[in-house]
Structures are given as C-alpha cells and as structure tokens.
C-alpha cells in the first residue's frame, strides 16, 4: 500500500476546480465519469482522489455559472448528466490560468532559491 | 458577480434542496453503473465490478454529505432540518402545541388590539404638530361658566407676543340641497389659518386662501363627500346650497380630520373684521418660550382691555379635543384594558402550563436522545425550534387576530368614541411587536426547559425522571397547579365583572323612560329676540310652527313645552317636618297636551286643564316621595321661592338620558303660560319621522324662529346604550375565552397527569380500588386547584366589583346571585373538564397495565 501511494499526487486546494473547467473546455461536454476518465488518462501519476470527489468541483463551477449541466443519453444508452463550460466559464479560464500560472511561478521561484 | 450569484445558488439549494437531491441521487447511481461496464469490460465478474466500482466511486453518503454542504450553507440546511423534524413531530402530537398556538394567539391578538385602542384613543397625543402647545382658550366666569370670546378679542390676542397663532372657529348645524334631498350637518365657520396651525391637508383641491375670509368657499369632509356627493371629484369648482346660500366647493378633507367637533362635516371661513362676526372658540399655538400661566394671564389682560364685558372672567385653557370625557367612558376604558390584562396573564399561564404538563415526557425523551450520542447543543437547538414554530405559529394567529379586532373596534365602537381622539386607529407596530417578542419569548424558555434539564451533565434527577413510571418531581408538579390555580382565579374575577356588565346592560335597556320613545322628535327652537318680543307674538309663531309641522308627512301629534330651569334646594313640602329638597329638580312648562304626546304614565290625579291657573303642578314619582315621605300627595301644596303650588297629579318622571341611569330624576311639571324664546316642539310620528333636513328646510316660523336641535329619542336612546353594550358584550368575550383556557388548560392538565399515572392506578385497582375511588382521585385534585382558584378569584373579583359600583345600574356589586351563577358555572365547567380525565383513570385496566410494564 505505502509503494502504491508514494506516487500519487495530492490536489492542491482549488486546482481541481481548474483542472476540470480546462478538461470541459478542451474535451467539450463530458459526464463525470468520462471526466473522471480523462483526468486519470492524461495524468502521469494517478490521481489521489476518489472519482466521487468530482461532484463538489461540479456543483462550485455550476453555481460559479461557468459549466452548465445537462442530462443525456450516452453511446452505451444510459441517462448521464454531461457538463459543458459556458461563455464566462471559458472567460474563467483564461483568468484562472492566469492566476494559477502566478502561483505556480512563486512556487517554482521559493523551490529553486531554497534549493 | 460569480461570488453573488454562488451565495444565491446556497441560499436556494438551503431553502429547497428537493431537486439537488433527487438529481446527485441519479447522478451518482449512473456514475457507478458506467464504472460497473468498464470493469466488465476488462473482465471482471459482475459482483467484482460492482465492488470495484463502489471503491473506485467512494462512500456514496459522503459523497452526498459532501455535496450538500458544498451546493447548500451548512447551518441554514441544519436549521431546516430542525424545523423539518420539528414539524413532524409537532404533527405527530398536534393537540397540546396546537391548543397553545391558539392561546398564545389570543394573547398576542387581545392585548395588542386593546393596547392600539386604548393608545389611539386616550394616550397618543393629538397628530397636530406641536401638540403640546395648542389648546383651546375660554373665558371663565366666577360661577364657573365658561364662554367663548367675540372676534375683536381673537384679534387683540393674535397681536400678543405670548401666542404663534390664534384662529378662532364656531360650528351649529345646517341644511345642505343635495341630489337626494335636503340634508342636516354640523358645520363650521373657521378663521382660515386654522388648518394651517393644526397642518391639516385636503385630500383634493385646496383649502382658504389667507385674504379668503368671508369668501362663499366651503371644504367638506371626505365623509359628506361621498355620502351627499357620490365621492365625485367634478364637486370641486361646483356651487352647493348651505342654508340657502351658494357655496363653493373648494377642498374635501381626510376622513380622519373631525374638528372642531368628531361630526363636523363642512368648513366655511370666517371673516374677523366683519361687523356682524359671531362670538367663537379661540384655538391657540402657544409662543415656545411662554409658560401657559402667562399667557393665560396676558389672554385675560387683553379681554379685559379689548371687552369690558369680560371685566370679571378669567382665562382657561381646554384641549382642543376630546377634553370630553363622559363618566363611562373614564371609568369602563381603563376597567376593560384592566381585564384584557387578566386574560392575556390567564392565557400566557396556560401556554406555560401546558408545556410544562408535556416536560416529563420530553426529558426522558431527550435523556434517550442523549444516550444515544446526541450532542447538547444539538439537542438545545431542536428544543429551540420547536419552542419558535409554536411561538411563530401564535404570533402569525396573534397578529392577524388584532388586525381583526382593531377593524371590529374601528368599525363597531361608537363613532363619536373613536372620532373626539382625531387619531386613526392603525394596528400599533410598537404593541405588536412587544408582544410578539414576550409570546416568542415564553413559548421557546418553555420548549428550552426540558432539553435543557435532560441535557444537564449532572443527570441524576434525569435518570430518575426516565426510569420513573410515577408522577411528576415536586417542583415540576407545583409549578402546573400553581399555573392552573391561577387561571381559576382570574376566569372568576373575569366572569364576575362580565357577569355584572351585562346584567347592568339588561337592566339599562329594560329600563322603564316613563314614556314612549318611538316616533318622538324635539325640536329645540330659537325665537328671534328682536323681532318676537311680546308673549303673544311668541304664541302666534308657535302656533303656526305647530300647523307647519303638524302639515309635514307623517306627523300626528305636537306638544310645545320649555324648561322653566333647574331649581336647587327651594322647594319645599308643606309638611313642615320635612326639609327641602337638596338635589336639583327639573322645572318644565307644558301643554295640557304634553303626558298624551310622550304617552307618559300618569301614576294618580290628572294631567293639566285648560282652565288651570299658573298654581297647578303635576310631580314626578320620586320627587312626590321626597315632599311626602309618608302621605298621599295628590291635592296638596309645594312651596317653591314665594308661590304655593297645588299638585293635581303623579307622573312617572321621564328619563331623557341613559348614561348615568342610576342618577335620581326629580321633575316638577307647570302649566305652560307662553312659549319663551327657546321653547321645544315634540312631535310623535307614525311610521317614519321627517329627517333633520325636512324639518330645518320645512318649518320656519315665518322667518321668525330658526330651529336649534332636533333629538331623534328612539336614536338618542340607542346610542345611550351603545357603551354599556359594547362593555357587557367585551366583558362577556373576555370571560368567555378565560373560562375555555381554564377548561382546557385543566382538562390537558389532568389528562396528561392520568396518563403519567397509569401505573398508580393500575396498582390501585389490582389492591381492590374501585373505577369510582380512582376517578375520585382525579375529581379530588381538580376540586382542590377550583377551591384554591375561587378563593384567591373572589379576593381580585371583589376589586373589580367595587371599581365596576359607579357604571353598574340596577343590581349591587356584591349581588349574591351573580355570585353564586359564577360559582356554579365555574364548578360546571370545571367538572365537564375533569370529567374525561377522571373516566380515564376510572378504566385503567390492571392487567394491561402490567403486560406494558412487563
């Protein structure tokens, strides 16, 4: 158990928001399974999160205004809610990266100079 | 804006989260499924899949968790789960809450109703700006009469510093031409600076221009206008006959705005300079640095100067309305504000009461609660809530409950009651809102008690009260009957003060007037002094006023009569024995015809003859018995000032007025030997009497008598009744719903305590106790909190009697009968609500009691 967990990387505080309003924007419309799927598929170590852990993002991004749910049929015919980022929601995300960007960078500095 | 609109989204999904629910219920249901196929997909069994899946999902509950509290704001979804769970268990157990919503909501209602009454009418300060320095100013003579000032001295004092303003206005009644027909209203004449002093506004149109005195310009009242003009605004502009003169309507006047008297109904102006200006009340604003002592003084020095005849008056200030108050009004006001006191206590004790009766149950209820792991402050908060929705539901039930009262009160209590105050009567925010807080206030300390002694750390007296089967602990237990002791104790004195009222009332309206009412009208006339001078001029215009009227439909009798004056302490028996009489008596001089009109009761001897000299007399009942205590009093002589009276009959006096019925009646009729200037004219009609207006329109006198006042006495004596009736009728409801609050709050109490005491009784029977033992066990509590209740309610009772002496008629405070009818309604009532009770216990079966416990 402890071999498996070195490797999986801990969310920051607020960063799943971002990374799934980037995922709705760049995938287009996705339910949270397919989103769940994608963040596993396109990260290098996996996820610490259980895939439930996606619902509070979605209810903080829907009621931000930026994603909008919708409930549809899937390929394999079941009823899932798919999400899709609205148009404050993509102006969100460039001023999200934005931040995230600064953030990362300060980061980045404190690490090199402490290093 | 994305933050607003987040905290909108919270609050909504806090408010209603139904829908949020429903949908992360499918959500995740079709989450789990997806994770189901795609471990299929990769090979797995279908009970592996599902386990993986639930794994890979996370816990489904705190997923949920998780999400309301990120969608919705954790105390707010808390709060509505408290008051979910409150309501249900309210539900579940409605009578008890739902008897003390209704109690508390007639506590809220009543006393709130009656404070906004009481307040609107006596308290609240006149809605005129500065108030307080505007009264009206008389001139007082030596003996005590007072008058009003003739316009050369509203003048003088206007040009004195020790005033602002002075406006002066005099009122009398007139005819008004309307579509309808002529119509007879209380006018005045009014300086045209007075509706500026007192910052009165028309509702439409304008009032008097300032250089408008004099001018044929009327305002009318919103009341007249709709009544005489069909609330037409076209009215302005437009000329209207006030006694036969053209006016022009110029402004209408709020509803609320009755002065100088509550039933003026138009405004004329008044021209200070004219030669011919009337004497008038003087209203003054009284300069803001000036005590009133000195301006009254210099009010009287200017008198004096500007009018010699006022050489030897002084200057008195009244309030310039509603100073007024008849003895009724003084003394029953207070009386029954005092009572809704009584029944919001007896009401607000029975909220207490009957939670207290449920604080057993719920301690133990709580105790388990806190077993289980429930936190304190968990448990407080729903104790809490629940205290606050019955508080919540009271106080909605209180509030529109006074509404109702305080539109019943605008609409039914007499007018010129509500009217002399000028203040409208709107439902007082201050009142409601105190009581709102007091019935919040108590219903939640009552809710709290029990979460809060269950949830005690040191909960020894707690296990106690769970394990126990019996009663409840001492304390607990005299709190209750000390409650219901109480609520025994004021419906008694309430009921007796009822009961007092309304028996006053009956006797009023039954009272015997000594003559017939129906169909009576007086006309109060006023002879004009120039140009009637002589008796027999005065007797020829009387007797073509009497033709006039007698012509007019409907009429069939006429009488003329007038006050010979009142007569104090000079009229004596010719038994010498027998002192003078020390009460006023009445002196009238009538008609041979007189005792017919009224249809008077004549007790011996004969009304007046023709031929009978100016030494006839007829007395009434009660003076008769004054003059000759002990001896027949037809035939023998009254000695008043230096004539000797022969009397030829005993009438039954007639009572002119029912306010102070109790008041003794002494009249002295004489032969009627010329009209006077100020004689009256009675009329009996048939079916229908001429209005007001026909008769000021129709009769005249040949221009040479102008009529004063017309009494109606059948309405006249209505309207006497209207305050013991609306007295009696409160009193009698106030009674009524301490009496039921009693009832149940006795008939909850006992109950609750027979269900507490099942197991005892179920002892008791198993020894042998027989079904009439055991309910005398209950009829014996009950008989013990009446006896205690009656002897404290007679205590307070036996104040309310002696305040109620002066405004009862007929029947004496402590009349035993009243007394004994409000005892043994009480024991009655008290005895219907023990009853159910008592049969309850009566039936306890032992065996099944046993198999409970067992």
């Known amino acids: 158990m402890p071999s498996k967990t070195r490797h999986k990387v801990e969310l920051l505080q607020g960063a799943l928001d971002l990374i799934v309003l980037q995922a709705l924007a760049s995938m287009g419309p996705l339910h949270a399974y397919g989103l769940a799927s994608r963040l596993e598929q396109v990260a290098d170590h996996p996820l610490s999160l259980n895939q439930g852990t996606l619902y509070p993002a979605l209810v903080r991004l829907e009621q931000k205004g930026w994603i909008k749910g919708e409930w549809r049929t899937t390929e394999n015919n079941r009823e899932a809610k798919y999400y899709a980022t609205t148009k404050s929601g993509t102006k969100a995300i460039a001023e999200q990266s934005e931040r995230w960007y600064r953030l990362a960078g300060l980061v980045d500095k404190l690490f090199l100079r402490e290093g | ?854």
Not at chain 2, 697 to 718: C, K, M, N, S, T
């Open chain 2, 1 to 854: 804006m994305a933050t607003l609109r987040r905290l909108w989204q919270r609050l909504r999904h806090a408010a209603s989260p139904g829908g949020a629910e429903v949908d992360i219920q499918r959500e995740l249901a079709a989450h789990r499924l997806m994770l189901e196929d795609e471990f299929r997909q990769r090979g797995k069994s279908d009970a592996e899949a599902r386990m993986m899946a639930a794994r890979r999902l996370g816990g489904l509950e705190q997923i949920k968790v998780h999400h309301r509290e990120t969608r919705s704001i954790r105390v707010l979804d808390e709060l509505r789960i408290d008051v979910t769970f409150a309501w249900r268990r309210l539900r579940a157990w409605p009578g008890v809450p739902a008897l003390a919503i209704a109690m508390l909501a007639t506590a809220v209602g009543l006393s709130t109703a009656s404070f906004t009454v009481v307040d609107g009418l006596f308290l609240r300060p006149l809605p005129f700006p500065h108030a307080d320095r505007l009264a009206s100013v008389w001139m007082r003579t030596k003996t005590g009469g007072r008058r009003t000032v003739s316009a050369a001295v509203v003048r003088a004092w206007r040009a004195s510093t020790a005033f602002d303003n002075v406006e002066g206005a005099e009122s009398g009644p007139s005819v008004i031409d309307t579509a309808s027909g002529p119509l007879a209203r209380r006018g005045a004449n009014v300086t045209p600076g007075l509706f500026d002093m007192l910052g009165a506004r028309p509702i439409a149109g304008r009032l008097f221009a300032p250089d408008a005195a004099g001018r044929q310009e009327v305002v009318i009242s919103e009341e007249l206008w709709r009544a005489a003009f069909g609330a037409d605004r076209s009215i302005l502009g437009r000329a209207v006959r006030f006694d036969d003169t053209g006016m022009t309507v110029v402004g209408i006047m709020p509803a609320t705005f009755h002065f100088p008297a509550w039933d003026t109904s138009f405004w004329s102006s008044v021209d200070l300079n004219a030669p011919d200006a009337a004497r008038m009340v003087a209203y003054v604003k009284r300069a803001p640095h000036v005590p009133e002592s000195d301006a009254l003084r210099v009010a009287a020095d200017v008198a004096h100067t500007i009018d010699p005849s006022t050489a030897a008056e002084y200057a008195t200030r009244s309030p310039i309305i509603g100073g007024y108050f008849d003895k009724y009004r003084r003394q029953a006001v207070p009386i029954l504000a005092g009572a809704v006191v009584l029944v919001g206590s007896a009401l607000s004790a029975n909220v207490v009461c009957l939670l207290l009766t449920r604080l057993r149950a719920r301690r133990r209820e709580f105790a388990m609660c806190v077993a289980l792991g429930a936190s304190r402050g968990r448990l407080i908060r729903q104790a809490v809530v629940e205290g606050a929705l019955v508080g919540l539901g009271g106080v909605v039930g209180g509030i529109a409950l006074a509404w109702g009262l305080v539109s019943l009160a605008a609409a039914f209590l007499p007018r010129e009651f509500i009217e002399n105050s000028l203040n409208p009567l709107d439902l007082d925010l201050r009142a409601l809102v105190a009581a709102v807080l007091a019935g919040l206030f108590a219903t939640i300390c009552a809710a709290l008690a029990p979460a809060w002694l269950a949830t005690r750390v040191d909960g020894k007296s707690n296990a106690r009260a769970s394990e126990r089967q019996g009663t409840h602990t001492t304390g607990e237990r005299l709190a209750v009957r000390a409650l219901l002791v109480l609520q025994v104790s004021l419906s008694c004195a309430l009921l007796i003060g009822a009961m007092l009222l309304v028996r006053s009332f009956v006797n009023v309206s039954r009272l015997d007037r000594g003559f017939d009412p129906g169909g009576l009208v007086e006309l109060t006339w006023s002879f004009d002094g120039t140009t009637v001078t002589t008796r027999e001029a005065r007797t020829v215009v009387a007797a073509r006023l009497r033709e006039e009227v007698l012509s007019l439909p409907g009429v069939r009798e006429a009488t003329w009569s007038r006050s010979a004056g009142i007569v104090f302490g000079d009229i004596k028996s010719d038994l010498p024995a027998v002192p003078p009489v020390a009460t006023p008596v009445q002196v009238t001089a009538i008609e041979p015809t007189y005792f017919d009109v009224y249809r008077s009761t004549l007790v011996i001897g004969r009304s007046f003859r023709a031929d009978d000299g100016p030494d006839a007399a007829i007395v009434g009942e009660s003076l008769a018995a004054k003059l000759w205590p002990d001896a027949q009093a037809l035939g023998r002589a009254i000695i008043w000032s230096n004539r000797i009276l022969r009397v030829v009959g005993i009438v039954r006096e007639p009572r002119q007025s029912l306010v102070d019925a109790d008041r003794e009646n002494l009249d002295l009729f004489t032969p009627l030997d010329g009209p006077g200037r100020y004689p009256v004219l009675t009329a009996r009609c048939g079916n229908a009497c001429p209005s007001e207006g026909t008769f000021r329109r129709g009769l005249h006198g040949g221009a040479q008598g102008g009529l004063v006042d017309a009494r109606y006495l059948e309405a006249e004596f209505a309207r006497d009744l209207e305050q013991p009736r609306a007295s009696a009728s409160l009193a009698a409801t106030f009674a009524a719903i301490a009496l039921a609050a009693t009832a149940f709050g006795l008939f909850g109490s006992l109950a609750y305590s027979v269900q507490e005491r099942r197991r005892e009784f179920g002892v008791r029977a198993a020894l042998g106790a027989t079904p009439s033992a055991i309910a005398g066990v209950v009829y014996r509590e009950a008989a013990i909190l009446t006896g205690v209740g009656l002897a404290g309610g007679t205590i307070v009772a036996a104040f309310i009697a002696r305040s109620l002496k002066t405004i009862i008629f007929g029947i004496q405070p402590f009349d035993p009968a009243t007394w004994s009818a409000v005892v043994g309604t009480l024991v009655l009532t008290i005895a219907l609500a023990t009853w159910r009770p008592a049969r309850l216990a009566a039936r306890t079966d032992p065996a099944m009691q046993l198999r409970e416990d067992g």
